[in-house]
């Protein structure tokens, strides 16, 4: 039986989610408005979280570490039923580091990796906003998102030489994976009273990667380096699930986990050249996938 094609899966969930946000855009324009016991008149939000996060490596390397990052956001809901809105986010880890082993006797290989993500979504919401909808008549909320996201992976392997070896050597192999393209989405909650509830954030990205690998070799005194680049098709699906408290019609609070899957994209290992005195400048190998993963928590404020 053949194998299940990835890219004809991920083709039938991009037409799901066009033909979802379609449909909700209809039902919002449409009117039915619900009741609006708990809705505030604010339209503007924003927030932050602090995320502690990490991400997988080459199979036989050791753990990554799991360092501290930062989200931020902030946009506008508009019209009198808060139907439509935009929203602007950032977030990023810095200083995913491991220590992988080195391929070159008397030397020590480690990595430092970093992660940036910028989104800028429309939103769409047939029955208001989740935050404003706790009632007992109405469990579930849904809201569409459809925008451009930017997200950057850098992979670094470093190669220094040990205090006693023969020969000094300093490496380094400078990997950037820069994907730009449109995404698309949606948020579920589930109220599980009239103030706590429960969310899944699903997204999909088709994205073009542009790719560049920096190398730099310094044996003996004598530096050789070059830069080659690529650009290559790439797509990238992220989940948050995650347990938020509206404390009041004004302020949340919450704590989930975030899983970011990204495929079709250059790592510092694949480009690293087994001798380092003879590097190779071929373009750098994007075939490579990774996931990136770990908890956070924040709040949001309405104004």
Do not use: C
């Not at 790439?234 to 986990?257: E, F, K």
């Amino acid at each position: 039986m053949p194998s299940p094609n990835p890219y004809r899966i991920l083709r039938g969930i991009f037409v799901l989610l066009v033909v979802t946000l379609a449909t909700m855009a209809g039902r919002a324009s449409s009117g039915g408005d619900l009741p609006r016991s708990r809705r505030s008149p604010e339209p503007w939000f924003a927030g932050a979280s602090g995320l502690v996060m990490t991400r997988s490596l080459p199979q036989g390397e050791p753990a990554a570490t799991w360092p501290g990052g930062v989200e931020l956001f902030a946009g506008r809901w508009f019209g009198e039923h808060q139907h439509h809105g935009v929203e602007a986010i950032y977030w990023g880890v810095y200083g995913i580091t491991s220590s992988p082993t080195s391929p070159v006797a008397d030397t020590i290989l480690s990595r430092n990796d970093m992660v940036n993500d910028a989104e800028i979504n429309w939103l769409v919401a047939p029955g208001g906003r989740p935050e404003l909808n706790g009632r007992e008549d109405r469990r579930f909320t849904l809201v569409g998102l459809a925008g451009f996201r930017f997200f950057q992976l850098q992979d670094v392997l470093s190669l220094e030489s040990t205090p006693d070896a023969t020969d000094a050597i300093d490496a380094s192999t400078n990997v950037n994976n820069n994907l730009f393209g449109g995404q698309l989405g949606g948020k579920l909650d589930w109220h599980v009273t009239p103030t706590v509830r429960l969310s899944a954030v699903p997204k999909i990205m088709l994205a073009g990667n542009s790719v560049t690998d920096t190398t730099t070799v310094t044996v003996g005194g004598d530096t050789t380096s070059f830069h080659t680049s690529d650009g290559v098709f790439s797509w990238l699906g992220s989940l948050d699930a995650s347990m938020a408290w509206d404390v009041t019609p004004r302020w949340s609070l919450w704590i989930g986990y975030r899983i970011v899957g990204v495929n079709e994209i250059a790592q510092a290992n694949s480009s690293w050249a087994s001798n380092p005195d003879d590097p190779s400048a071929s373009p750098p190998d994007a075939s490579g996938s990774t996931i990136v993963h770990g908890g956070f928590a924040g709040f949001q404020g309405r104004f």
